[in-house]
C-alpha cells in the first residue's frame, strides 16, 4: 500500500544540539514532499516543500530537508536546536493526482 | 496576510449531541479542506472544497458528518449526532489552486472537540 513513514515517534534531543527526523515514501514516482511543525494547541505550519529542482531544500526557523530519490527519503534537519523546537514535526506528501496524505509524526522534546 | 480562522478553539459535548464548526480560508484560496486529527496520529482529510463544489468527500462519514461552503469563501463542518470516536481536532486549511498541483496547504488553529 502507499503510504508515508516516520519511524521515530519520539526524540529527544539536548539544546543546541543537531536533530534529524526521517521520513519514507511509498509511491511509484516521485510526489510532492512537505515538513510541517505543529506546537501544543496549535494547527499545522509549514516548514519547507520540494517539486523539483534542487535536493536540498531550506525552510524556515533553520530547518532543511534533502530529497533522496535512490532511498524514497525526505529527512528534516536542523544543525542547532533551540527549546522553542519542541513540537510535533508531520511529513507529507501528495502524489501526483492525489490529496496530501501525512506520516504519524514525530514528537521532538528538548532538554535543557 | 491574515491566515485561516477557525472557530471555536474548544468545545465538549456529550454524545449524540451536534456541534459545528467554522472555518474562514485565507482571501484568495479558491480550494478549502478539512481534516480530522485524531490524538497520536497525522490529519486525515474529510472533505476538500474547491470554490462551493465538493472535489473529495470519499472519507467523510455521511450519515453524521456533513459540511457546505455556500458562497466559496467559509466553511461549516457539521456532526450530527456525535460519538465518542469523534473527538479528535478538527483542522481546516486551503490552498490558492485546484489539487494534484503544486499547491501548498495552509493550516488554521483547528478545533478541539471532546465527546463525553
Known amino acids: 500500500a502507499q503510504s508515508v513513514t516516520q519511524p521515530d515517534i519520539h526524540i529527544t534531543v539536548s539544546e543546541g544540539a543537531s536533530l534529524e527526523l526521517r521520513c519514507n515514501y511509498s509511491y511509484g514516482a516521485t510526489p510532492y514532499l512537505f515538513w510541517y511543525v505543529q506546537s501544543p494547541g496549535q494547527g499545522l505550519q509549514l516548514l519547507l516543500k520540494?517539486?523539483?529542482?534542487?535536493?536540498l531544500v531550506q525552510g524556515i526557523k533553520g530547518f532543511e530537508a534533502e530529497f533522496k530519490r535512490s532511498q524514497s527519503s525526505f529527512n528534516l534537519r536542523k544543525p542547532s536546536v533551540h527549546w522553542s523546537d519542541a513540537a510535533e514535526y508531520f511529513c507529507?506528501?501528495?502524489?501526483?493526482?492525489?490529496?496530501?496524505?501525512f506520516g504519524a509524526g514525530t514528537t521532538v522534546t528538548v532538554r535543557a | 496576510e491574515a491566515g485561516v480562522a477557525q472557530s471555536p478553539r474548544y468545545k465538549i459535548i456529550e454524545k449524540r449531541q451536534s456541534v459545528a464548526f467554522w472555518c474562514n480560508p485565507i482571501?484568495?484560496?479558491?480550494?478549502l479542506y478539512w481534516y480530522q486529527q485524531i490524538l497520536g496520529q497525522g490529519p486525515k482529510l474529510l472533505i476538500q472544497f474547491q470554490n462551493n463544489g465538493v472535489v473529495d468527500d470519499s472519507q467523510l462519514p455521511k450519515d453524521r458528518f456533513s459540511a457546505e461552503r455556500l458562497k466559496g469563501v467559509d466553511s461549516t463542518l457539521k456532526i450530527q449526532p456525535a460519538k465518542l470516536e469523534d473527538s479528535a481536532v478538527y483542522l481546516c486549511?486551503?490552498?490558492?489552486?485546484?489539487?494534484?498541483?503544486?499547491?501548498?496547504?495552509?493550516f488554521g488553529p483547528g478545533t478541539r472537540l471532546l465527546v463525553l
Open positions: 486549511a486551503s490552498s490558492p489552486r485546484t489539487s494534484g498541483g503544486e499547491e501548498t496547504q495552509y
Open positions: 520540494y517539486f523539483s529542482g534542487d535536493t
Open positions: 507529507a506528501v501528495v502524489p501526483l493526482g492525489h490529496k496530501l496524505s
Open positions: 482571501s484568495g484560496h479558491a480550494t
